[in-house]
């Protein structure tokens, strides 16, 4: 019977946090539109509260941040800032 052993290399994949700042999302409203905007553009929402989302990608890959960026700015919440998260 063959032993099956795990190869790192199959999966290349990760999971990288994010923080995306939106300070015009405060209502229960904008925050179920920006966490669909985000899953969208295949954003895993981890945290989302009044003016700031916590997205994780399992991608390994950039997220399209400007397209990600132009589609909350289409819908009337334009992200301010967004950085990587070390947590």
Request: glycine residues 4%; proline residues 7%; hydrophobic residues 35%.
């Amino acid at each position: 019977m063959a032993t099956s052993f795990s190869d790192p290399s199959a999966n290349n994949t990760q999971l990288v946090r994010y923080s995306i700042e939106v300070p015009v999302m405060t209502t229960p409203e904008s925050l179920v539109t920006v966490r669909e905007i985000l899953q969208n553009h295949h954003l895993l929402v981890d945290q989302i509260t009044d003016g700031q989302v916590h997205v994780a990608s399992a991608t390994g890959a950039e997220p399209d941040w400007p397209a990600i960026k132009q589609a909350l700015e289409e819908a009337g919440y334009p992200a301010t800032h967004t950085t990587t998260s070390e947590d």
